[in-house]
């Protein structure tokens, strides 16, 4: 069964940090493109990062360049988001997703995936 599993969560204070994980089952993740999106309250849904299966390298929505980090463990099969500096609007529910073929470069911001998993709540407050 492909799935992907996103624990991790949870609420910190600002300028804290946290680490989003997302582990497949099923299939290989290293052979796809693998975005982090999230949805505040009241907005639409956005990319704030991916890794593309094409060239490899990370991108980041401007929102939280600098800030945040994506990475990947094979072994584990599972892609993680580091998140530091943590800001009240970076408030919302983290998805991590997966699409095969046919995204290139910082299009994966913005492509349309294939594979959801089932989404983690972030809150930032005092």
């Known amino acids: 069964q492909v799935q992907l599993v996103e624990p991790g969560g949870g609420s910190v204070q600002p300028g804290g940090s946290l680490r989003l994980s997302c582990a497949a089952s099923g299939f290989t993740l290293n052979y796809y493109t693998v975005g982090w999106f999230r949805q505040a309250p009241g907005k639409e849904r956005e990319g704030v990062s991916c890794?593309?299966?094409?060239?490899?390298?990370?991108y980041y929505s401007a929102s939280v360049k600098g800030r945040f980090t994506i990475s990947g463990d094979n072994a584990a099969n599972t892609v993680y988001l580091q998140m530091d500096n943590l800001k009240p609007e970076d408030t919302a529910v983290y998805y991590c997703?997966?699409?095969?073929?046919?995204?290139?470069?910082?299009?994966?911001?913005?492509?349309?995936?294939?594979?959801w998993g089932q989404g983690t709540l972030v809150t930032v407050s005092e």
């Open positions: 890794r593309g299966y094409s060239d490899g390298r990370p």
């Open positions: 997703a997966t699409v095969y073929s046919g995204v290139y470069g910082s299009a994966c911001l913005t492509a349309k995936y294939e594979t």
